[in-house]
């Protein structure tokens, strides 16, 4: 087992392919983003005059690609996991492939971190992203209240150990 293996979705061949097109030094990379740029997996930012037109990924190394969509479908049909909810999150908005594209991506950056410090992965949690702001979830649920006609009043619950 190596460190990539700690990565939801990577198994052996996957991490074999990352570590067999990007290089185990990640000091050949100044950043994460200088990774996922060279790889063709960053979205691309065609926008003139306050227009937004299609943001298409990148041409990269094919195989890597592969590998990392491979991965982030099975990261995305986890049971649970921050890829899971990340993935759940973009589908919902942006479509099936536009999200598995997503998920690989934070899947090289994940592996770029892992790689460049020598540490396992920490999964973040299914609720990571719920949990980091209470307070904007809290409104956000409230004015989806109010929208469908309830008056909402909100009172903590008591702390318990």
């Known amino acids: 087992m190596t460190l990539l293996d700690t990565i939801p979705g990577v198994d052996q061949r996957t991490a074999q392919v990352i570590v067999a097109e990007t290089g185990a030094d990640m000091s050949r990379f100044a950043s994460s983003a ?14 003139s005059a306050g227009k ?10 094919k195989w890597l690609r592969g590998a990392l969509v491979e991965s982030a479908g099975a990261a995305a049909r986890a049971k649970s996991g921050y890829l899971r909810s990340q993935y759940a999150r973009l ?14 991506h934070s ?10 410090r020598r540490q396992p ?7 990571y992203l719920v949990l980091r702001d209470r307070t904007a979830y809290t409104a956000r649920l409230v004015r989806q209240l109010e929208r469908l006609g309830h008056k909402v009043t909100l009172e903590l619950l008591p702390q318990t150990a």
């Open 52 to 61: 937004h037109a299609s943001g298409k990924t990148r041409k990269g190394s």
């Open 107 to 116: 899947i090289l950056v994940i592996a770029y971190h892992v790689l460049a």
């Open 34 to 47: 200088h990774l996922a740029s060279w790889a063709g997996m960053c979205p691309g930012n065609n926008e």
């Open 91 to 104: 589908k919902g908005r942006r479509g099936h492939k536009k999200a598995i594209v997503a998920v690989g």
């Open 121 to 127: 992965y920490a999964d973040l949690g299914t609720d």
